[in-house]
């Protein structure tokens, strides 16, 4: 069992406030009046555990989490072959660079590309 929790009865949505698609995602749900615990990743750290749990969930690897066309990954890091353990600090110290919102309910978790996106799951 992983360190996150999930609920067949609500949707557990990982994104950062920052973001118009997370924003676009979150105004969907509400108004589809699907239940949503709301993770904002720049208000709330991850662990490393909960990083890694969402990589495996999504069946990726922790490096696919990161989003290298984001702003702030390109001024702040080079393209390296980094261990997972520099790709979850990097995610730790700039969560802006990871690729959201990420959706869990139950079993099922899902990047959410289109905000229409979460009513899939």
């Keep these: 069992m ?9 949707i ?4 950062s406030s920052k973001s118009s698609r997370a924003k676009q995602t979150l105004a969907y ?10 993770i904002d990743i720049l208000k709330t750290k991850l662990t490393g555990t909960q990083i890694v749990e ?3 969930r999504l069946h990726i690897n922790v ?7 984001h702003s702030s990954y390109k001024s702040h890091f080079e393209h390296h072959n980094f261990s997972d353990r520099d790709w979850i600090k990097m995610i730790q110290h700039n969560p802006e660079i ?11 978790t899902i990047l959410v590309e289109t905000p229409t996106d979460i009513i899939k799951i």
């Design 63 to 69: 490096k696919d989490l990161v989003n290298q066309e």
């Design 2 to 10: 992983g360190e996150i929790a999930t609920s067949d009865r609500q």
């Design 29 to 38: 749900a509400k108004a589809e009046g699907l239940p949503i615990q709301e």
């Design 98 to 108: 990871m690729k959201q919102p990420i959706a869990l309910r139950g079993n099922i």
């Design 54 to 56: 969402l990589a495996d």
């Design 12 to 15: 557990t949505l990982f994104y």
